[in-house]
């Protein structure tokens, strides 16, 4: 994500991304929790079970810890 790569003929320029990989991989694993959330509360509203509730509970504890992440390393900035 850092090199940005673009070429046009023999030149190569670099972009750098706004964010360090580290940081870019916490906020699209957030994406991803916050994602499975929404669609695990549309499962829940059919199950019996309470599989899907459970699976909310742990999504949510996991986005919380990335989130707080997050906010630590782009409060560093």
Do not use: C, W
């Amino acid at each position: 994500m850092q090199d940005n790569r673009t070429g046009s003929g023999t030149g190569t320029s670099v972009a750098e991304s706004p964010v360090d990989d580290a940081t870019y991989n916490v906020l699209q694993a957030l994406t991803s929790k916050l994602e499975a959330i929404e669609a695990y509360e549309i499962y829940a509203e059919q199950d019996d079970s309470g599989i899907f509730s459970e699976m909310i509970e742990d999504e949510r504890r996991h986005a919380e810890r990335l989130l707080a992440e997050l906010k630590k390393r782009l409060g560093g900035r």
